[in-house]
């Protein structure tokens, strides 16, 4: 048994420094080179979920192009099983990251062989998805395909409900456990944004999950909501470099802390510590810390 599966997207990113996030219809220069890096919300995972010592399987699509064959022989570099990563008639999908000095981040996402993926590719990885422990899933692929894996999922079901976009109450009456930040718990709730955590608590139980959902909240940490009670857990102290793939690590350290059978407060406290390591370092899946990292920051 695989003790996590990603169902996900896979990007090149490419991370371009910047003093500042330019406005709309402005042009800013950067004082640094950009730089190549591995990404993608569903790839960080893995190899988020791999660098804390769980075995790990891929499911997704890469281009039939360098760009594709590269981000695999980094994530079996990395010990992520990428055999049900298909081959598409699509280019690889590529991200492009504006991030300043602070850690503030702009990105914009060609979607490329992520969006090619459908319902019937899954079909001979049933098993593997059924298998699993735990099944992590983003939204930079197409609904029907996070849909077919929740339904196909009999482990834990972990969804990063990112970017923001509706599901349907079926599939998220098969969530175990949500993981939103403000403004995705705010549109999938159909509600302004909140930062008052009666106002956020209310919108997370509104919205039909089997399991809590954990509201991240950047650098005032997570919020668990249960359905009789909340829990702030507070973000760790520490000085941001890049924020860009904290989320990601957040979300693999939270499945693989429940899959140690811990309380999902607990879990959503390990993963604080994961992802606050992570922003210290640039870049998204280059900053993942392993866990002898992580334990040896107490």
């Not at 000095?101 to 079909?123: F, K, Q």
């Not at 098969?174 to 705010?186: H, I, K, Q, Y």
């Not at 990601?248 to 899959?259: G, I, K, N, P, Y």
Request: hydrophobic share 50%; proline share 6%; charged share 20%.
């Amino acid at each position: 048994m695989t003790d996590i599966v990603v169902v996900g997207s896979l990007n090149v990113d490419v991370v371009v420094p910047l003093d500042e996030l330019p406005a709309p219809g402005q042009t800013v220069l950067s004082s640094a080179d950009h730089s190549r890096a591995g990404g993608g919300k569903g790839a960080n995972q893995a190899v988020a979920a791999a660098r804390l010592g769980r075995s790990v399987a891929m499911v997704g699509a890469v281009g039939d192009d360098p760009e594709g064959q590269w981000l695999l022989g980094l994530l079996a570099a990395e010990g992520v099983d990428t055999a049900a990563v298909l081959c598409a008639p699509r280019p690889t999908g590529q991200a492009i990251v504006l991030v300043t000095a602070d850690g503030d981040s702009t990105i914009a996402v060609s979607s490329g062989a992520n969006m090619w993926l459908t319902p019937e590719h899954l079909r001979p990885y049933a098993g593997l998805i059924g298998d699993a422990a735990a099944v992590l899933l983003q939204q930079e692929i197409d609904a029907s395909v996070v849909a077919a894996a929740v339904a196909a999922a009999r482990g834990l079901v972990v969804v990063n409900p990112a970017p923001a976009r509706p599901i349907d109450a079926a599939t998220l009456a098969r969530v175990d456990v949500l993981v939103p930040n403000r403004g995705e718990l705010a549109a999938l709730a159909g509600a302004w944004p909140a930062e008052d955590v009666d106002a956020l608590a209310a919108m997370a139980r509104s919205l039909g999950t089997r399991g809590p959902v954990v509201v991240t909240l950047g650098a005032d940490g997570a919020l668990v909501v249960t359905d009789d009670r909340e829990h702030l857990v507070p973000a760790e102290q520490v000085v941001a470099v890049d924020a860009t793939g904290a989320g990601d690590t957040f979300c693999a350290a939270l499945a693989d802390a429940l899959l140690d059978g811990v309380s999902i407060e607990d879990a959503a406290r390990w993963a604080t510590r994961v992802a606050a390591v992570t922003v210290t370092r640039p870049g998204a899946m280059a900053s993942v810390p392993r866990r002898a990292e992580v334990l040896a920051t107490r």
